[in-house]
């Protein structure tokens, strides 16, 4: 317990210390202006090994990054492309994050190739921060081992004890602090992983293990919509020889390119919010629970489509009755096919809310006012 609760401390005091945002709605800017690609990997951590010790995944990411960087560049001449790095150099994670957060991105997308003991694992795959939505799947199980390869570079670093303050990547107790984590991208996050695995359907590596929720320290350190891609296999023959080779790298950069165009197009039309989740790329839509519950324990019924309120969190988690995320405010969830939309201060006019919604950001500096609708809600400028 004094382990845990020293995490908390500083899991705490980094979120005070954490600068704001700067989001396309405060600055004035319209739509994805800014996108950070990461190439996984470099200079002294090589990352996976091809099994014949021809291939590092360092070059293979730095190859796709750099190719992709070269399209969105060349065709959308209005976005600003950051890179973690160029080169064969070394980054330390926590700077990774740091220069996507410096840039003002509006996006991160961190390139990895996967690995595993079972040659026959194949496939690509799109991850995401946060909890997985099917309560009854252990949060660690599937995915732990991956998680702990990508996180363990941390361990590649001199003075990680300082900078991670003892976070171990081979604990599993090490996670914990990712529980008092709400990802506030969420939501963005998990469209653009979609797009990801709509497009990649046409890359040189067909197979999708789909999308996951996991605790990627890389991804938990970003401030906006993020995800990391492991686009194959090293330790499969079939998926290495898909990957190797100039063409097969700029074929996949070209599938990452329309994944990033098709959210683009989202992005750009609701200015940073998720309205525009039924796009053609839409994963279907699971078995439904009602549209909107309430969850809190002041209000018993849920609020009458057209109602206003403040959004405070987009989770693929169902949240407690009692749960202290929401600081004792009666919450609203509104389920929209893919994720939980939370919101709290619900009243029947625009303007109520909106009074209410300045109470409320003293608590959710990142909330908004939202109108609820059947099955989702609508961002209010």
């Not at 957060?101 to 946060?130: E, P, Q, T, W, Y």
């Not at 653009?192 to 990649?200: C, E, G, I, P």
């Amino acid at each position: 317990m004094r382990r845990i609760s020293q995490i908390k401390i500083v899991f705490l005091v980094f979120l005070a210390l954490f600068p704001a945002t700067v989001t396309a709605l405060a600055d004035g800017r319209q739509g994805l202006r800014t996108v950070c690609i990461d190439a996984g990997h470099g200079g002294h951590d090589p990352g996976c090994i091809s099994l014949d010790k021809k291939t590092q995944e360092k070059a293979m990411t730095l190859s796709i990054a750099n190719k992709l960087a070269a399209e969105i560049r060349s065709k959308n001449p209005d976005v600003k492309v950051v890179m973690t790095r160029s080169t064969d150099k070394f980054i330390p994670l926590n700077d990774r994050a740091d220069i996507a957060n410096k840039a003002g991105a509006d996006l991160f997308i961190s390139i990895h190739i996967n690995s595993a003991a079972n040659r026959s694992a194949s496939g690509f795959s799109v991850h995401c921060l946060g909890q997985s939505r099917d309560k009854n799947r252990d949060l660690f199980s599937s995915n732990m081992e991956i998680v702990k390869r990508e996180n363990s570079v941390i361990l590649l670093e001199d003075d990680y004890n300082s900078k991670y303050q003892g976070f171990d990547p081979n604990d599993p107790e090490s996670f914990i602090f990712f529980n008092l984590m709400q990802n506030a991208h969420l939501e963005q996050s998990l469209l653009f992983a979609d797009d990801v695995v709509q497009a990649m359907k046409n890359s040189p590596v067909k197979k999708s293990r789909g999308i996951s929720q996991d605790p990627f320290l890389v991804l938990w350190r970003t401030a906006m919509p993020a995800v990391l891609i492991e686009c194959g296999f090293m330790t499969n023959n079939a998926d290495l020889a898909a990957m190797r080779g100039e063409e097969n790298q700029k074929k996949i950069a070209h599938q990452l390119y329309n994944a990033f165009v098709s959210f683009k197009k989202k992005y750009d039309g609701s200015v940073g919010s998720a309205t525009a989740a039924s796009g053609k790329n839409a994963a279907p839509a699971e078995a439904e629970p009602a549209a909107s519950e309430n969850i809190g324990t002041a209000a018993k019924e849920a609020p009458a489509t057209g109602s206003f309120g403040t959004q405070v969190l987009a989770s693929g988690k169902k949240m407690k009755e009692n749960d202290p995320f929401f600081k004792g405010y009666p919450a609203t969830a509104v389920w929209t096919g893919k994720l939980y939309k939370y919101v709290i201060g619900v009243c029947g006019t625009e303007e109520e809310a909106r009074t209410e919604m300045k109470k409320i950001k003293k608590n959710f500096p990142d909330a908004f006012l939202v109108k609820i609708e059947a099955d989702n809600t609508i961002r209010i400028p």
